[in-house]
């Protein structure tokens, strides 16, 4: 472990001490995109694909926004702007009229100089311009083609070759495969393809003769006199705070206490490699005066876990399986078994201080489904036909944001409420509220509303946060949010109830240093199983996460990080397990040649896997990795990306994790004898 250690202190020390003489003012906006995906991140409590994220900033790199001439639905795509900063620049465009030069935005309330370094490569400030004609469009549009592939280099028992069509395997090579295809004119013209073969799967033979497991496309318009979008093929479509419809990424509960707001975009494009929650059909959005007007139609095959025989004479299910994954023959009997049909619509009224939308949505598996006899299922929601509706509300109150939506099931009267605001007290305090109740029928599996539990259904909750800049530099935040479940839940087996509070602490040392502190507490209830109780009884457990780091770049083209996590687990029968991680980032970015390293060395030793600790690292395009760091070992990843032209963009990355205490490492088919796991991908960009 000493030599890992020594190399990577002395490749800091190489970097961190070289002639700065040569470093410029501009920033590397794909290394932008890649800090605001890492804040985002590390903010986020759930699995989340930021794909649609990424693809939606590195279109504005291209395309900047006019900030003369756009909405205040196209500023809400800078992601990286809380709720109040948008606010604050729409509201100076439609006061002060156009802005004139990039530094008049620092007079913008609540827009500081670090933002405007951020903003300034996703706008352009310029008069408003007519529309194009689609010729135009057609000649001004940008074409990308990606291609991707990778693979874990260490042997897993999956793929250990066996011919007996008993013994169970992954059936297709060990490599990864994606491709896609998009092309795209500023708001008004795009289309696209994506195809994936996942490790595992079969490819140009078996269940997949015509080559990917994954097809995915679309075709849209948008933003002309009469159409606002018009999608067909693959798409998502979000509406309100998430409880009558939501199928696009949802960010969840997080770190950040002003991050309760949903900003619900209607009718968009699905181009990730998500192959479960999207829609498959065709949707329009039609302006009529301050009212848009959404309609959408799906209907799309999924895979099921089938029962063994038919109920009436129709075909029974207990489960819809979501990891889109086809490798084995049991995961390729249950793909795409069943027709789901789904449709919907929204009307909302967009005024100057106040929106209003009415959302319907009904979803409808061609199957009856059964669940499994579990206490906590009882309620399970119906999937045999399911129509939610909703009214969503949002307005502005001076600088105070006040948001809403209510919904309900018709058929069974289940309902459920969030209301919140977002409060701008003064420049130096800001103060977020939100409380919800969803009761234990509610929700469909196209519902993502702020929620502690993992559906929007049997929960209540308040959550509260705040924001201070108690002196220059500095800035104190936290939130607390208790919440209770009227019913029973996945491994509690009784009502239950919880509390989690976060304290954070950022200080800005100087342009070039940043620290942070982060404290969270989590306390909620759980089975507990031992050998002294038949039944399982649920008992309080608590965690802790704690967070240290600072960030460092000395020069534009180099980026130091040093971090250290710790975590501890206990309850009331067991003793408390502990864990740790500590890191060092180091990123480099060549000033005359398009060359730029990605680095990281890691140590983390957790008593079990309680106690793991989830940390975000650099990725290729499109990509992202957020590794659970369990057990005892290191972790190393080494990335580099080389442009050979401006429309070329290539990238290699490696990482392997040594664990010093395993002899082996997962589980199943995925099992590897030994205690070394390593993967290689490759991918390349090619715009024209």
């Known amino acids: 472990m000493r030599y890992p250690l020594k190399i990577g202190f002395f490749i800091a020390f190489l970097i961190a001490f070289q002639d700065g003489r040569s470093q410029s003012n501009q920033i590397d906006p794909q290394q932008l995109i890649s800090e605001i ?9 759930n699995d989340v694909d930021f794909t649609p994220i990424i693809e939606d900033l590195i279109y504005l790199l291209d395309n900047p926004l006019n900030l003369n001439q756009c909405s205040i639905d196209d ?6 702007l809380s709720d109040f900063q948008v606010k604050g620049l729409w509201d100076y465009v439609q006061e002060k009229g156009p802005i004139l030069s990039i530094y008049e935005l620092q007079t913008v309330y609540g827009i500081e100089k670090e933002d405007v370094e951020r903003i300034a490569p996703f706008i352009v400030l310029a008069k408003p311009v007519d529309e194009d004609n689609l010729k135009n469009l057609l000649a001004k549009g940008n074409h990308e083609i990606v291609s991707r592939t990778g693979t874990i280099l260490e042997n897993q028992k999956g793929y250990n070759g066996s011919t007996d069509p008993d013994k169970l395997r992954y059936l297709g090579s060990k490599y990864s495969l994606s491709a896609r295809y998009r092309f795209q004119s500023k708001d008004k013209l795009e289309w696209g393809l994506n195809v994936e073969k996942d490790a595992g799967e079969q490819f140009c033979k078996g269940s997949n003769p015509r080559g990917f497991d994954y097809f995915s496309g679309y075709f849209a318009i948008g933003n002309t006199r009469r159409i606002r979008k018009l999608i067909i093929g693959d798409f998502n479509a979000a509406f309100g705070q998430g409880l009558t419809f939501w199928s696009s990424l949802s960010m969840g509960k997080s770190s950040d206490p002003f991050g309760i707001r949903k900003r619900g975009r209607g009718l968009v494009k699905h181009s990730s490699a998500n192959e479960n929650t999207f829609l498959r059909g065709a949707g329009v959005t039609i302006p009529i005066k301050r009212v848009d007007l959404t309609v959408f139609g799906s209907y799309k095959m999924v895979d099921a876990a089938l029962g063994d025989s038919l109920i009436a004479g129709e075909r029974y299910f207990t489960s819809l399986p979501s990891s889109g994954l086809h490798r084995t023959s049991n995961e390729v009997d249950g793909k795409h078994l069943l027709g789901e049909f789904v449709a919907g619509g929204n009307i909302m009224y967009k005024g100057r201080k106040l929106n209003a939308g009415l959302s319907l949505s009904h979803v409808r598996i061609d199957g009856r489904f059964i669940p499994d006899s579990t206490l906590y299922n009882q309620y399970e929601p119906s999937m045999n036909g399911r129509t939610n509706v909703g009214l969503n509300i949002e307005g502005f109150v001076r600088n105070h944001h006040i948001f809403g939506e209510t919904a309900i099931i018709p058929q069974s009267s289940e309902r459920a409420i969030l209301v919140g605001g977002l409060f701008k007290l003064s420049s130096l305090v800001e103060l977020s509220v939100l409380g919800r109740t969803y009761s234990r029928g509610y929700t469909n599996s196209y519902t ?9 259904n049997n929960e209540s909750g308040f959550f509260a946060g705040i924001s201070i800049l108690p002196v220059k530099g500095l800035k ?9 479940f009227s019913w029973l839940r996945y491994r509690v087996n009784a009502p239950s109830t919880g509390y989690e509070y976060l304290l954070q602490t950022d200080y800005r040392f100087s342009q070039s240093f940043v620290g942070q502190i982060r404290y969270r507490v989590k306390d909620s209830e759980q089975n507990f199983t031992s050998e002294f109780n038949r039944v399982d009884i649920v008992i309080p457990q608590k965690s802790q996460t704690a967070r240290l780091q600072f960030t460092y770049t000395p020069y534009k083209q180099i980026m130091l990080r040093s971090r250290v996590d710790f975590s501890e687990f206990g309850n009331d029968s067991t003793k408390n397990e502990f864990g740790f991680v500590l890191s060092q980032d180091i990123g480099y970015t060549h000033l005359k040649y398009p060359f730029s390293v990605s680095f990281r ?14 940390s975000y690292e650099s990725d290729m395009l499109y990509t992202f990795s957020v590794p659970a760091y369990y057990s005892k070992g290191t972790r190393v990843y080494l990335m580099l990306k080389y442009s050979p ?8 990355r490696w990482s392997q994790t040594h664990y010093s205490a395993l002899k082996e490492i997962g589980q199943g088919l995925d099992l590897i004898d030994g205690n070394r796991k390593s993967d290689a991908r490759i991918m390349v960009r090619v715009r024209f």
Do not use: H, M, P
């Open 37 to 45: 995906i890492e804040e985002l991140s590390s903010k986020s409590e």
């Open 75 to 80: 500023l809400s795509r800078l992601v990286f």
């Open 448 to 456: 993502s509303a702020f929620a502690e539990g993992s559906g929007s």
């Open 476 to 484: 104190l935040s936290g939130y607390v949010d208790v919440f209770s």
């Open 601 to 614: 060395f890691a140590i983390f030793d957790t008593d079990s896997w309680n106690t793991r600790i989830y």
């Open 645 to 652: 032209t401006n429309r070329i963009d290539c990238w290699v």
